[in-house]
């Protein structure tokens, strides 16, 4: 099994080929506004690096969002147009969960935190979920304008981590013990990949005439509403 994945929700321009053992490669783009430009170009380099051609692939997963509307667009089209040609399923991601995953690589064994990858939004608003420990979701994709007693409903001896490029201004505005910003994971096609393998599994496919991505247009403040809650 070869899964092509793609992240394009937000500047990162990110390939990667993945199966049930390992990473077989991955190029990240960190370039504003390239997605149009270089996503076709670095598809063809990787595939070509890794000595693949269409017909080794099994899947395409993509990056549903949320993210920025036109990045999306471009990675779904792009996905489609490869499933279209060579008869393959297509597997969405939520962004979030791509970089709940992604952090799951870093994080060790203990249980007792709740992660929270963040994309930003404007000003003090993020669009954010809960992940577990193994990246399990917790809570529902929302977008949260984050106050200092914002997670003060989450168990104090549970520890939290964020990270994504919302975080920093989040961390300086939280006031709360055990809250931690975690540096250097970000939205990439690793993370994505790696959410679908167990999708493709389980046969959870995108219907290619008619998905779209995940805009997440409502707005919504306040605390998130945790399944880790005192009491």
Request: glycine fraction near 6%.
């Amino acid at each position: 099994m070869n899964i092509l994945a793609l992240e394009t929700a937000t500047n990162i321009c990110s390939v990667a080929v993945v199966n049930e053992e390992k990473v077989l490669g991955k190029i990240n783009l960190n370039i504003d506004r390239a997605h149009s430009s270089k996503l076709a170009s670095a598809i063809k380099n990787l595939m070509e690096l890794l000595g693949l051609s269409f017909e080794d692939l099994s899947a395409v997963a993509v990056s549903k969002g949320p993210g920025s509307y036109t990045g999306l667009r471009i990675g779904l089209s792009t996905a489609k147009g490869i499933c279209y040609s060579n008869d393959i399923p297509l597997i969405g991601v939520e962004t979030l969960h791509g970089m709940a995953a992604n952090f799951k690589q870093y994080s060790d064994s203990d249980n007792k935190f709740v992660s929270y990858p963040m994309i930003d939004a404007r000003r003090m608003e993020v669009y954010t979920a809960a992940f577990d420990a193994n990246s399990q979701r917790q809570e529902n994709t929302k977008a949260l304008i984050i106050e200092e007693d914002t997670f003060t409903d989450i168990a104090e001896d549970i520890t939290i981590y964020l990270y994504g490029d919302g975080a920093e201004k989040a961390i300086s505005k939280i006031n709360r013990k055990n809250v931690f910003h975690i540096k250097g994971i970000i939205p990439d096609a690793t993370g994505i990949g790696l959410v679908a393998i167990d999708k493709f599994k389980l046969n959870q496919f995108e219907d290619v005439a008619y998905f779209e991505p995940f805009y997440l247009k409502e707005y919504k403040a306040g605390k998130p509403k945790s399944l880790l809650q005192n009491g």
